[in-house]
C-alpha cells in the first residue's frame, strides 16, 4: 500500500531536511520542488522543457510557495557559482543523462562541500511490473513500436550501479531500494490511472483508436488478472551522496 505521496518523497524529505537552498534537477511540473518550498527550503528547479516549467510555476502560485524555476539542460554547465546551494536532488532524470557521472560532477560543483545530493530512479523494469506489464500488453496488442516509449525506465536502476555513479563522480554515497505497491480495483482501473497521469500513457492513449484501446485493455486485464486483489508492485532506488 502507499501513503499517497509519490515514491521516493518520505526518502528525499529526509535527506533534505533543513537544507536552506536546493536544487532540484529535472523538475518537472514541480511537485517536490513545490513541497521542498513549503517547508522553508529556497528551492530553484531547472528543465528544459518550457511546458512543464510553466506547470511547475502554476503549481508553486497555487500553494503560494516560493519556489523559482529556470529552463536548463543537466548535460550542459549549470548557471550557477561554484558552491552556489546546499543540496541538490534529482528525481526520475538521471537515468535520462547519457553521461550521469559528468552531471553528478557539474551537480556536486555547484552544491556546497558536505551539502547532500540525493537521486531517484526508478528500478529494473521487471522490478515494476505497475509499469512494465501493461506497456508489455501495448507491445502485445499493437506491436512492439508501439511501445517504444520510456525506453530510459529502469537504466541505473540497481543500487549497486547508481551508487557506484555517484562514487565515479567523486562522491561518497549510500543506497537504499524503496518498494510499495498499487491496489487498483481493477486492471481497468489501473489503465485508467495510468492514461491519466502518467505522460507516455496518456499521449499513446490520445492516439488510440476504440478498436485498438479496446484490443490494449484485453491485454492489460489477461496479464495483470481481475478482480479485488490486485497487486501491482513498484520499486524505485535512492541514493544520498556528498562530496
Do not use: Y
Amino acid at each position: 500500500m502507499t501513503d499517497g505521496s509519490p515514491p521516493g518523497f518520505p526518502q528525499i524529505l529526509a535527506a533534505l531536511d533543513g537544507a536552506p537552498s536546493v536544487l532540484d534537477v529535472g523538475c518537472g511540473s514541480g511537485r517536490l520542488a513545490v513541497e521542498l518550498a513549503a517547508r522553508g527550503a529556497a528551492v530553484t528547479g531547472i528543465d528544459t522543457s518550457a511546458a512543464r516549467l510553466d506547470a511547475a510555476r502554476e503549481r508553486a502560485s497555487a500553494a503560494g510557495a516560493g519556489a523559482r524555476f529556470l529552463r536548463a539542460d543537466m548535460t550542459e554547465p549549470l548557471p550557477f557559482a561554484d558552491a552556489e546551494l546546499a543540496a541538490a536532488v534529482s528525481r526520475l532524470s538521471l537515468m535520462i543523462a547519457p553521461d550521469p557521472v559528468a552531471v553528478l560532477r557539474e551537480v556536486a560543483r555547484v552544491v556546497a562541500p558536505g551539502g547532500p545530493i540525493v537521486t531517484a530512479v526508478w528500478s529494473r523494469i521487471e522490478q515494476n511490473p505497475w509499469f512494465g506489464e501493461p506497456r508489455a500488453a501495448v507491445a502485445a496488442a499493437l506491436g512492439p513500436e508501439r511501445a517504444e516509449f520510456a525506453r530510459v525506465f529502469g537504466r541505473l536502476g540497481d543500487v549497486d550501479e547508481l551508487v557506484g555513479v555517484h562514487r565515479a563522480a567523486g562522491l561518497e554515497a549510500e543506497g537504499v531500494v524503496v518498494r510499495d505497491e498499487l491496489t487498483p480495483r481493477s486492471a481497468a482501473e489501473h489503465w485508467r490511472e495510468l492514461t491519466g497521469q502518467i505522460g507516455h500513457f496518456t499521449r499513446l492513449a490520445a492516439e488510440l483508436t476504440p478498436a485498438e484501446e479496446e484490443a490494449v485493455l484485453a491485454e492489460v486485464e489477461r496479464r495483470l488478472g481481475d478482480g479485488d486483489s490486485l497487486r501491482l508492485g513498484r520499486s524505485l532506488v535512492v541514493v544520498t551522496a556528498c562530496q
